[in-house]
């Protein structure tokens, strides 16, 4: 079985090369897409490169634990969406924050401020249709060249996947929210 003895041989295939950025996707039903993303923060933050977090969903009432460490690390951070859909009282008005997120987003980006942009459950603007994957692909994959992105969220469509250089998909093999657990400060936000 793999994986259940220490290796032996170099796993790094021949012909490493650097490259000035990447594009990393995490996906999957699991939990730890924005976590990890998040952690990448910590870490680019750590290397010295200017960071923005762009949240497509989560509005500004939504207190993460990151979002407080990462402004107190000096990362640009924006929560411009209206909150989980199924709170909405009105899914038109969601859509058009989104769209306009989406274009501060691709701004951002353009601009060419960050070294390092999150576009944190930026999947569910493209498989809802609220974006067009098009302009999403287009935006990433034009980006200045020492633009790092990391996109997060269920369901990416293989654009999305075809775009990025790194994607890991999270999957749930069980959940305390599954047996009517809450999610709990600290753990989970």
């Not at 493209?126 to 302009?135: F, L, T």
Request: charge should be negative.
């Amino acid at each position: 079985m793999p994986g259940t003895e220490p290796l032996t041989d170099d796993p790094r295939p021949d012909g490493l090369r650097n490259a000035e950025s990447l594009v990393l996707l995490l996906t999957g039903d699991g939990k730890g897409k924005s976590s990890s993303a998040f952690g990448m923060v910590m870490r680019s933050v750590a290397r010295g490169w200017r960071v923005g977090v762009i949240q497509f969903i989560k509005s500004g009432d939504w207190q993460v634990g990151e979002q407080k460490v990462a402004e107190d690390l000096g990362v640009t951070w924006m929560s411009l969406g209206a909150g989980f859909t199924w709170d909405s009282e009105n899914i038109e008005h969601d859509r058009r924050l989104a769209q306009e997120a989406w274009l501060t987003a691709a701004g951002i980006i353009d601009s060419g401020e960050f070294d390092l942009v999150v576009l944190d459950e930026i999947t569910y603007l493209a498989s809802w249709k609220w974006v067009d994957v098009g302009a999403i692909v287009e935006t990433v994959t034009n980006r200045p060249p020492h633009v790092n992105i990391v996109c997060t969220g269920r369901d990416a469509l293989p654009q999305l996947i075809e775009m990025a250089d790194t994607v890991t998909s999270m999957t749930k093999i069980k959940h305390a929210y599954d047996r009517g657990i809450a999610a709990k400060r600290g753990i989970d936000y």
